[in-house]
């Protein structure tokens, strides 16, 4: 099994480019996350998805779009890049709905905005 | 949201030794978790100890928490040059259940020199 997977890992933007990062999972998890970690920072929660169909913001969602496409896929689209986007990403993914679990993440994708 | 906090920021340590890194966080949990990221890679979860525990173990590493201080501590016994790494404590917050989110502090980084 592969886990999580992200592509691309490694991205050059301008600045007003569009991009999407694409996530999936094939351990049959109901969540998923997108985080950002930034030197000094940690990670930070961008969006999350508790199961398929729904959405809904952490802590840092300015500037970000994101969809479930299904169980397996959740994008992370940013519509018009600012260098303060420069960052990397994470997705995680969750089995359960209960209050405890681990996150399993991907390997992350490195995003330049200049 | 909440975060926790590790300290030390950075430990250097030579192997063999043990490593101690805490964490602190600012309301109440019913669990905390611990990850290891090593260096350009994604996190892997280390442990989780619930509120009702007190001291938790895994092969090398140990974990306490004290809910009325709200802190924890992961301790690495005998270490490797493999144990380089940031460690993040990480601790849900929001309402629970099938929205349930983890929020994480900034990392130790540890450095074990062989």
């Known amino acids: 099994n592969a886990g999580v997977t992200q592509t691309p890992k490694f991205q050059v933007l301008k600045t007003g480019q569009s991009m999407t990062l694409q996530c999936a999972q094939d351990?049959?998890?109901?969540?998923m996350y997108w985080y950002r970690q930034d030197p000094g920072m940690g990670l930070r929660l961008i969006y999350y998805?508790?199961?398929?169909?729904?959405?809904d913001k952490g802590e840092v969602p300015n500037g970000y779009n994101v969809s479930r496409l299904n169980k397996r896929e959740f994008s992370l689209r940013l519509e018009s890049a600012a260098p303060s986007q420069t960052s990397v990403y994470f997705c995680?993914?969750?089995?359960?709905?209960?209050?405890?679990?681990?996150?399993?993440f991907g390997e992350g994708s490195r995003l330049t905005v200049l | 949201s909440q975060q926790g906090e590790e300290d030390p920021q950075a430990l250097s340590i030579q192997e063999g030794e043990n490593a101690t890194m805490n964490c602190s966080y600012k309301?109440?949990?019913?669990?905390l978790q611990w990850y290891r990221q090593n260096s350009g890679r994604g996190l892997v979860h280390l442990i989780l100890i619930r509120s009702n525990e007190r001291e938790k173990h895994s092969g090398r590493l140990r974990v306490t928490l004290d809910t009325s201080k709200k802190s924890s501590s992961l301790l690495i016994t005998a270490s490797r040059a493999a144990d380089t790494a940031s460690y993040f404590c990480a601790t849900p917050w929001g309402s629970g259940g099938s929205n349930y989110k983890l929020t994480f502090g900034k990392g130790t980084l540890l450095t074990v020199n062989p």
């Open positions: 351990m049959n998890h109901n969540s």
């Open positions: 995680a993914s969750r089995t359960g709905t209960g209050g405890t679990g681990e996150l399993f």
């Open positions: 998805s508790a199961s398929e169909g729904t959405t």
């Open positions: 309301t109440s949990i019913n669990n």
